[in-house]
């Protein structure tokens, strides 16, 4: 197959063709939620980039590997259960259960690993056993801190370098600003009213950072294919797991970096702490539909800010509907008895059309375009003189193909409802006949005839087919 596809790499700050390191085998890292609350729209447009993704990756032919992990533990995580009066697992579970629902709801595939950090203290203490080992941590006051001016590489993904009058001063939130690149924690010492875990470190709990690293290294290997996050994970978050992982290892961490811009509303990064935010949840009871959802939060390249606006759901919704009636349209309409009005071309130019768009680092607004774009042909094949029955053949298949990968198509949603209406139809015959009313069966059954659909009356009752369909 001639298309390619080309990722755009933060780290090297420029789009390059993908290749994955194991022939045919891509393993990839996707920065999971944080599970102190719901996720929000903002999260989960970036959850969907990661869904695009992985299924690219298959329609170019590879098997995918993701983990994505679940941050059970970090400040806000201890913070919340705090509140809520509640164990950290006990809180963070129901968080969780919520996620999954939310990715379900939104047709996100499953990766294959969810990783949950307080399962994976070992392999922690492990990391910064061996950071230890080669020099780049110290202690104080009973926590442990990467010492940043031993790793001559920090700031490569993120172009940020620490300052020389920083030397040496260090930080201990998980999360913090861009001017604070300073020594990081790794392990911190206990705290009264904080979660701690009896190590061969000490006791205490592990830093934000340290927990990615140790998760991803250990279910893909000390170099996989691709990471990925939101911007705002660049740094510190990503910067320092490159520092740990690099550190620890001495070889290559991630060979190509992905990060998605931000979902805004009204000019602002939608955030939890900024209180403007929307969960899932929300846009549901308000009534609005998951797939126009998904749509919405696909639509617009994941290299691009998606501005929120109820107008851009409706939008969305609106082109949803579009494609469903062609959709239905076609499912009702028999295949023409001659060659039809839809080329074959204009099928097979779609499938690489397809391809190109979402080779193009994910183009997925050109994708959608390109969908919008056939389904144009098809309605005019339709209003003409109809689409024949090996071209309605490859045009399923293009159809199944775009919606391995964009996830939006009414599943059958046009053949069930033209399903209820035949049946409908078919037991009016039978009550007509049973009234002995002959030329109101005869119709229907003509009636149907014209649509494709072939009636056989059974012992059982009648049955009913698609013409030319199995
Ligand atoms: P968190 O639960 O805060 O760790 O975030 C989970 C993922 O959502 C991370 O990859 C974040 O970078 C990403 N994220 C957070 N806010 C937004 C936003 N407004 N738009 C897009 N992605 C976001
Ligand atoms: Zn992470």
Redesign the pocket.
Known sequence: MPEELVLRNTLSRSLEPFEALEPGHVRMY???????NY??I??L???LFEDVLRRTLRLFGYRVTQVMNL?DVDD?TIRGAREAGLGLREYTDRFIEAFFEDMDTLRAERAEHYPRATDYIPQMVRLIQRLTEKGHTYRAEGSIYFRISTFPGYGKLSGIRPGSTLAGARIDADEYEKDDARDFVLWKAPKPGEPSWDTDLGPGRPGWHVECSAMSMDLLGETFDIH??????IFPHHENEIAQSEGATGKPFVRYWLH?????VEGQ????SAGN?FTLRDLLERGHDPVTIRYLLISVPYRQK?NFTFDGLHAAGQALERIANTLRRLDNTPPAGGAGDLELETVEGFRKELRNALGDDLNTARALGALHTLLRSVNTALDGGGISEPIRHRLDEALAEADSVLGILPPDAGASQADEEITRLIEERAAARKARDFARADAIRDQLAARGIVLEDTAHGTVWHRRGRS
Not at 30 to 36: A, E, K, N, R
């Open positions: 996707t920065c999971g939620p944080t599970v102190y996720v929000h903002g999260n447009r970036t959850f941050t806000k990925t996050g939101a911007i705002d994970n998605a811009e931000h979902l805004i990064k939608m955030a939890k935010f998606l």
